[in-house]
C-alpha cells in the first residue's frame, strides 16, 4: 500500500470548504449519502417512544463514567488480565504506535489485516507500520477504498461517502486489475475475493473497540461486514486499540448503548454483527492465542478538567451529528483535515491537536443546533463550539498546549470598542448617533471588514431616532 | 513513571475535585418485550426477515434435518463444514450417503475457507431484533458461523428470549458473571453499504443466513 498523500489540513479549512463547495460530484454524493443516512435514523427512532429517556440514561451513566475514570479503567484492566488479556497503556499516540509495532515485530513480518477504527487512524498507526516495512490492509471496504486511493476516511462510519461507484470502479480497474464494471455488487465482490487472501494469511488482527466493559473486562464492537470477526478470529493475534473514554461500568449498560448507537448510526435496529470478546480462548480453542489491548490517553485525560469540554469524551462516534450538519451536508469530511470530522471532529480536533493550527474549525457552524438534538449521548456541541471561540478571540489555547492561537483580530477589537461603548452613557449616545449617520451614508457596504461580515448576513438599519430619544419627546 | 502509572495520574490530577454525578437523575429504561413463547417466535421470524434472513421450523431433529438436506441441495453446497455442537453433528448425519457432497465435523482451517455451507447451533435467539446469539465456550461456532457463504443455525424455540437485555443477561455464567471468552451476535448476512449507500450481502461474511428453529409444538401452532 502506498502512504497517503497530499490531504488538507484543518488550518486551511475556509479554503478547503471553498475547493468543496466548487466539486459538484461530491456535494452530489453528499446530499444522497447525508439525506438516506438521516431519513433511516428518524425512521429507526420513531418506532422507539422511550428514545429521549435512553438518551437521557446514556449521557447519565457516561457523566458517572467519567468523573470516576481512573476506578473504572483500573476495574476494567484487572478484569480484563484476569480474563488472559494484555493490556498496554500509552500516554501519547507514539507511545500506542511503538506497542502495536513492537507486537508486530515479534511475530517476524506479520502478515497484518485491520479493522475500522477511529482511534487507529487518530494516531495514523498504518503509517507508523508502513514506516518500519509492514503492510497493514484495511478490511472494512469503505477503508479499504480509501486505502486504495491514498485518502483519508470522510465520514465517521462510512469512510467512501465522497466516492461515487464509478470513481471506486476505475480504483478498482488501477489498483487490484479487477474488471471494469458499474455494479455495486461486482465491485463489492471483487474485494471479498482480493481480501480473502490476506485474511487466509493473516498472523495479526488489529481492531478498534467500541465499548469495554468495567465489570467484566470485556470488549465490544460493532459492524456489519464481518471483517471485524475475521479480524478477531483468523490471526495468531489480536490487538485492541481502544481510547480511555471507552469504558462503561456494568455489562447490562450494553443494552442501552446497543440500543443508540446503530439506529443513530445507519438506522439499524442492531448492527449486523456484535463481537463481545473477554480475553483470549482457552488453550486449544478457536481464535486469536493472544490478545492485546491498547489503552490511549493522547489528550483524553486534559479534556476531564471541565464539565464543558469532559462531555467531549461521551461521543460513541455514531455519525449521526454529520449526517444532520448543513455544514457538513455541503462541504463533507475531507475540508476539516482531521480524521474527526463533522460537528464532533470541530470540537475534538482542536483538543487533540490544540488551537494553533485548529482554530477555525470552532467557526464551521452555524450554530443550529441540530447536533444537539440527535446526540444519542446529548453533548452540547454549540456550548462546546462557544467556549473553543471564546479561546481563539482572546488568542488562548486550551489547557495542556501552548500554540500561538491566531486571534479573530478584527472581532476582538470591534467587541472591544463595543464593550468601551456600553459601558458609559454618553459613549454609548455617540456610538448610537455614529451609527445612525453610518446607515444613512450607507458606510456598511463600504468598510472591508463590515462589508465581510455582510457577506452572508443582514445588517439591520439603526432606527432613525433612538427609543431614548422618543421617550424624553413623549416625557415633555 | 510506567506508561500506566502516567495515565492514571493525569486522569486523576484532572478529575481532582469532580464529584460523580447525583445516582438516580435519569434511572434505567426498560423496554417491555413479547410475552409469549408464539409472539416471540413470530417476532424473530418477522425480524429476521426483515434483514434478509430465513426462519425454518421443525417440530424435532428429524425434521430439521431434512430441512437441512433440502437447503444443502437447493445451495448446491458441495462441501459442508459442520462445529463441534452435538445437535449440529446429528443433523449433519443425516447427509451421509448424499452424493457429492462432503462433511466435516469440526473440521480443519483450509476446509472451513474452502466450505460452500457452514452448519451451528445458537445458544439464544432475541425475538425483537431477530439475532442469534453464539457462545463460544457452548460450542466451536466462530468461524463456522462466518467464513462460508451460507450459514445454517439450529436454534431452540425455547431459547428464543424477548429482549437485547435478556440475552445480555443469559450469556453471563451464574458461578462468576462473566460471558464466554466470545459471545457473537448475528443478525442477519454479511452486508455493506460502503458504495453509494447500496446494500449489498456477503461482503466478507455470509451472504446467506438460514435459521432451522426447532419447535416441538411446531404441529399445534
Known amino acids: ?476 | 513513571m510506567s506508561e500506566r502509572d502516567a495515565v492514571l495520574a493525569a486522569v486523576r490530577r484532572n478529575l481532582a475535585g469532580v464529584e460523580p454525578p447525583e445516582p438516580g437523575v435519569a434511572p434505567e429504561v426498560r423496554i417491555p418485550g413479547t410475552a409469549t413463547p408464539t409472539e416471540r417466535l413470530a417476532r424473530f421470524r418477522a425480524q429476521l426477515a426483515s434483514v434478509g434472513g430465513r426462519v425454518e421450523v421443525a417440530r424435532d431433529a428429524r425434521v430439521a434435518a431434512a430441512l437441512l438436506r433440502d437447503i444443502v441441495a437447493e445451495k448446491g453446497a458441495r462441501t459442508v463444514a459442520v462445529s463441534d455442537a452435538a445437535l449440529a453433528r446429528e443433523l449433519a448425519a443425516g447427509l451421509d450417503g448424499v452424493d457429492g457432497v462432503a462433511v466435516a465435523c469440526d473440521a480443519e482451517r483450509a476446509f472451513l475457507l474452502e466450505a460452500d455451507l457452514g452448519l451451528s447451533c445458537a445458544q439464544w435467539g432475541i425475538a425483537e431484533t431477530g439475532t442469534l446469539v453464539l457462545e463460544s465456550e457452548r460450542e466451536r461456532n466462530r468461524l463456522v458461523s462466518l467464513v462460508p457463504p451460507v450459514h445454517v443455525a439450529v436454534l431452540q424455540a425455547g431459547a428464543i428470549l424477548a429482549t437485547l437485555g435478556d440475552a445480555l443477561a443469559a450469556v453471563r455464567r451464574p458461578e462468576h458473571g462473566a460471558p464466554s471468552r466470545a459471545v457473537t451476535f448475528i443478525t442477519g448476512p454479511s452486508r455493506t453499504g460502503d458504495i453509494e449507500l447500496t446494500l449489498v450481502v456477503g461482503v466478507h461474511g455470509p451472504k446467506e443466513l438460514v435459521v432451522i428453529v426447532i419447535d416441538p409444538e411446531e404441529s399445534e401452532r
Not at chain 1, 466548487?22 to 420513531?46: F, H, M, N, P, V
Not at chain 1, 464494471?181 to 465482490?189: A, G, K, P, S
Not at chain 1, 475531507?334 to 488551537?355: E, K, R
Open chain 1, 1 to 476: 500500500m502506498s502512504l497517503p498523500t497530499h490531504h488538507p489540513t484543518s488550518e486551511t479549512f475556509r479554503a478547503n470548504a471553498l475547493a468543496a463547495l466548487a466539486d459538484d460530484t461530491l456535494r452530489g454524493a453528499l446530499q444522497r449519502a447525508t439525506g438516506t443516512l438521516s431519513e433511516r435514523r428518524k425512521a429507526a427512532i420513531a418506532e422507539l417512544p422511550e428514545w429521549d429517556a435512553l438518551r437521557a440514561r446514556a449521557r447519565a451513566v457516561k457523566a458517572e463514567v467519567l468523573s470516576r475514570l481512573d476506578h473504572y479503567l483500573e476495574e476494567f484492566v484487572a478484569r480484563a488480565q484476569e480474563a488472559g488479556a494484555t493490556v498496554h497503556w500509552a500516554r501519547d499516540g507514539a507511545r500506542a504506535c511503538a506497542i502495536v509495532a513492537e507486537i508486530a515485530a515479534g511475530l517476524g513480518r506479520p502478515t497484518i489485516v485491520k479493522s475500522k477504527s477511529m482511534t487507529t487512524e487518530e494516531i495514523h498507526l498504518n503509517e507508523h507500520l508502513e514506516r518500519g516495512g509492514l503492510e497493514p490492509v484495511e478490511t472494512d471496504l469503505g477503508e479499504w477504498i480509501i486505502q486504495l486511493a491514498g485518502e483519508m476516511p470522510s465520514h465517521i462510519t462510512a469512510p467512501a461517502i465522497h466516492k461515487t461507484r464509478g470513481q471506486i470502479a476505475r480504483l478498482f480497474v488501477e489498483k487490484i486489475g479487477s474488471e471494469p464494471t458499474d455494479d455495486v455488487q461486482e465491485l463489492t465482490l471483487a474485494a471479498r475475493k482480493a481480501l480473502r487472501r490476506h485474511f487466509a494469511a493473516a498472523d495479526l488482527g488489529i481492531s478498534g473497540v467500541n465499548f469495554a466493559v468495567a465489570e467484566t473486562g470485556s470488549i465490544l464492537i460493532l459492524e456489519n461486514e464481518g471483517n471485524i470477526r475475521l479480524t478477531t478470529s483468523l490471526p495468531r493475534v489480536h490487538v485492541a486499540v481502544m481510547g480511555i473514554e471507552k469504558v462503561i461500568p456494568r455489562f447490562s449498560d450494553l443494552e442501552l448503548f446497543l440500543r443508540l448507537l446503530p439506529r443513530s448510526g445507519t438506522g439499524q435496529h442492531l448492527s449486523g454483527y456484535q463481537s463481545i470478546l473477554t480475553g483470549p480462548p482457552p488453550a486449544g480453542g478457536e481464535g486469536p492465542a493472544e490478545m492485546h489491548i491498547v489503552l490511549l490517553d493522547n489528550g483524553r485525560s486534559a479534556m476531564l478538567r471541565e464539565e464543558v469540554t469532559r462531555q467531549s469524551l461521551a461521543c460513541i462516534r455514531c455519525g449521526a451529528c454529520l449526517n444532520f450538519c448543513p455544514v457538513y451536508q455541503q462541504i463533507g469530511g475531507h475540508a476539516y483535515g482531521s480524521v474527526y470530522p463533522g460537528p464532533i471532529g470541530a470540537v475534538i480536533t482542536p483538543q487533540l491537536n490544540g488551537l494553533e493550527k485548529t482554530a477555525q474549525l470552532p467557526f464551521a457552524s452555524s450554530l443550529c443546533g441540530a447536533c444537539r438534538d440527535v446526540c444519542p449521548v446529548e453533548i452540547d456541541i454549540p456550548r462546546l463550539l462557544l467556549h473553543l471561540r471564546a479561546l481563539v478571540s482572546e488568542g488562548r489555547d486550551l489547557p495542556g498546549f501552548d500554540g500561538t492561537v491566531p486571534r479573530k483580530r478584527g472581532e476582538a477589537l470591534a467587541f472591544r470598542l463595543w464593550a468601551w461603548a456600553m459601558t458609559s452613557p454618553r459613549r454609548y449616545r455617540a456610538a448610537a448617533a455614529l451609527a445612525r449617520l453610518g446607515t444613512k451614508l450607507g458606510l456598511s457596504r463600504l468598510a472591508p471588514p463590515v462589508a465581510a461580515w455582510r457577506a452572508a448576513r443582514e445588517l439591520r438599519p439603526f432606527a432613525s431616532r433612538s427609543f431614548r430619544d422618543q421617550w424624553r419627546e413623549l416625557e415633555r
